[in-house]
């Protein structure tokens, strides 16, 4: 095995995620640029696949410490442009910024973790030897991985399946460890897409207990996701849909009018799938 | 009548794994029935042995008048299945992929045709025949997936995380083909992690570690699991107060909830004032509380943390 399977889509981007502990000290240094203050910024996004206009000037920024939530129907372009925010897809038009950086640079990249959708990990290893494979991939000290693994199994309540092989596991129960793996080492800014389909209430619920957690320490997360009452559940939200950003606010001045996100999606996206 | 489906002290083991531990339920005839629980609680392996999959360790079950150990190729006949991971043939067109799934359940000639226009039509992919598959969006494929697993007119459907990772409106169109399928007499048994899906449910099953801890309808499920005041809570400052109210006597749940929070109190320690009272002891301002409503998310928490005290940890 000569490549840790982290980012499957490409080859050059396995050692995105790949640092670790880091002195708070840093991140307040970094964050003094003129105009950004914040850690994410996307402006007017543009990626064209063939045919199809996958960003079409999508613009939004994040601040630091804040929890920001993707939204938008399938082929919205929330993934491409969480990829390009990692410094993975070559944009046709706009510049993105994490930390004040180009993440395609590299300069980041151990400040930046992004959980892609299809996480890989090795299947003939069991849930604990993936935790420990990607502790060592971190340089995550023992004791402090030590805490993390029991933490993150317990929220995803895989303590009592630690022995068995990825390759046993249930779809939900595999994304699971993929995010307890992502979330192993704590980078400054966080990329998350569609991290909880398939994960039942609970781990989803005590989740965000833990994104909560990150981003009042201090970290930024940016998470894509389909569940309208994971929407709820950030700071910010922005819309997304046909590679626009349609809407972008708070959640709860956003549904002013509404009974929930849902009917707000709904309003503005349309029933048309 | 007897039930669609009926299940009596089913159990499945793994070696010294109990993945389904003693389960017994009835579906009716027509009934949404939700099958709920944590992953990895034993939902799949329950699937698995009602569709004729997995020989039971022992315990009964019949499937639309069919024994699953006895008679599981009847059962196979006489049932639809449509998973998360619903198989298409991405480069053919939806059509296509309607005959050959028609095929394979032994329909065939002018009635597969029929049929399968007829499906197109309800199912809202009428004029998308010749399209190809995999250029269509999930949500489209997830419908065409449960028209494939209907063509044969199975008396019981199981749809195992169908929604999965599907945005608002395609879930909405989905459960309404699923409704009107019940409608005309269908069976549904459907898993599903979306708790406001399950609402649609006549019925609803929870799992934990393999037992089946709860069963009655959404409604009934909230008045017997979650006797709490539900107080949703609006401010400042919240999230460095909320550990505060944590600890508090009383105090049940403390979710973050956007900029707010929700919380669960015993009624009879605390209510509002209480709870505003001891976030702005804690440092919050501008605390707002006002009631909330039950939500099936509560009743799954409720039944998963009293269903499992002595969770083995790491």
Redesign the interface.
């Known amino acids: 095995m000569s490549k840790p399977p982290v980012h499957p889509e490409r080859s050059h981007e396995s050692d995105l995620s790949v640092h670790p502990e880091r002195s708070s000290a840093d991140g307040a240094a970094e964050s003094k640029g003129a105009e950004s203050k914040g850690a994410l910024s996307a402006r007017n996004l543009v990626r064209r696949f063939g045919p199809v206009t996958a960003l079409d000037g999508l613009s939004f920024e994040v601040g630091k410490g804040e929890l920001y939530g993707l939204v938008?129907?399938?082929?919205a372009g929330k993934t491409t442009a969480i990829r390009a925010l990692a410094g993975l897809v070559r944009l046709d038009g706009g510049e993105v910024s994490v930390l004040g950086v180009d993440p395609a640079g590299g300069r980041v990249r151990e400040r930046l973790g992004l959980m892609p959708q299809q996480y890989s990990l090795y299947r003939d290893l069991s849930v604990?030897e993936n935790l420990r494979f990607f502790a060592r991939l971190f340089v995550l000290p023992k004791k402090v991985f030590r805490e993390r693994?029991?933490r993150l199994?317990?929220i995803t309540?895989?303590?009592?399946?630690?022995d068995r092989r990825a390759d046993a596991?249930?779809?939900?129960?595999y994304k699971?460890l993929a995010l307890a793996c992502a979330l192993l080492h704590e980078p400054e800014v966080l990329l998350l897409d569609?991290p909880t389909?398939?994960?039942?209430?609970?781990?989803?619920?005590e989740l965000?207990?833990l994104l909560?957690e990150f981003v009042?320490g201090g970290m930024t997360v940016l998470v894509s996701t389909?569940?309208?009452?994971e929407a709820?559940?950030?700071?910010r939200v922005g819309l997304v849909h046909h590679g626009k950003l349609l809407l972008e606010g708070?959640?709860?001045e956003l549904t002013r009018g509404f009974a929930s996100f849902?009917e707000l999606?709904?309003s503005r996206?349309?029933?048309?799938? | 009548m007897s039930p669609a489906i009926s299940a009596a002290g089913l159990t499945r083991r793994f070696g010294g794994f109990t993945a389904v531990d003693g389960v017994s339920f009835e579906v009716e005839e027509g009934e949404i029935f939700g099958y709920l629980?944590?992953?990895?609680?034993g939902k799949?392996t329950t699937i698995r042995m009602l569709t004729g999959l997995l020989a039971p360790t022992s315990g009964e079950a019949r499937v639309a008048g069919h024994d699953v150990a006895a008679a599981p190729e009847s059962v196979k006949a006489s049932i639809g299945y449509m998973s998360?991971?619903f198989s298409l043939y991405l480069d053919l067109p939806v059509l296509e992929n309607l005959l050959f799934f028609g095929g394979a359940y032994g329909l065939s000639g002018a009635a597969l045709r029929a049929r399968a226009d007829e499906l197109l039509e309800r199912t809202g992919l009428g004029g998308m025949g010749g399209a190809t598959t995999g250029d269509l969006?999930?949500?489209?494929r997830q419908?065409l997936a449960l028209a494939c697993a209907v063509l044969h007119r199975p008396a019981v459907v199981f749809l195992d995380?169908p929604t999965?990772?599907?945005?608002?409106?395609?879930r909405?169109?989905f459960w309404k083909l699923i409704r009107e399928l019940a409608a005309g007499g269908t069976t549904v048994f459907v898993t599903t992690?979306?708790?406001?899906e399950a609402e649609y449910c006549r019925r609803i099953g929870l799992m934990v570690d393999g037992k089946l801890v709860a069963l009655d309808t959404p409604a009934a499920l909230k008045r017997t699991w979650v006797p709490d005041l539900v107080l949703v809570v609006?401010g400042r400052e919240l999230?460095?107060a909320a550990g505060a109210l944590r600890a508090r006597e009383g105090v049940r749940a403390v979710?973050?909830?956007?900029?707010?929070l929700h919380v669960r109190v015993d009624p009879a320690r605390l209510g509002e004032r209480e709870v505003a009272e001891a976030l702005g002891a804690a440092g919050a301002r501008d605390v707002k509380v006002e009631r909330g409503e039950a939500t099936l998310?509560d009743v799954?928490?409720a039944v998963?943390d009293r269903g499992a005290p002595g969770?083995?940890?790491?």
Not at chain 1, 157 to 162: A, D, I
Request: proline share 9%; charged share 25%; aromatic share 8%.
């Open positions: 938008g129907p399938d082929g604990g693994a029991d199994l317990g309540r895989l303590g009592p399946f630690v596991l249930s779809g939900g129960m699971k569609e389909n398939g994960v039942d209430p609970v781990s989803r619920r965000w207990v909560h009042h389909p569940y309208m009452d709820e559940r950030c700071h708070e959640p709860r849902e999606f709904l996206i349309g029933e048309a799938a | 629980g944590a992953n990895g609680a799949s998360q991971k969006p999930g949500g489209i419908r995380e999965a990772g599907v945005d608002p409106a395609a909405r169109a992690h979306y708790l406001d609006r999230a460095r979710a973050p909830f956007g900029a707010g998310e799954f928490l998963v969770e083995a940890t790491p």
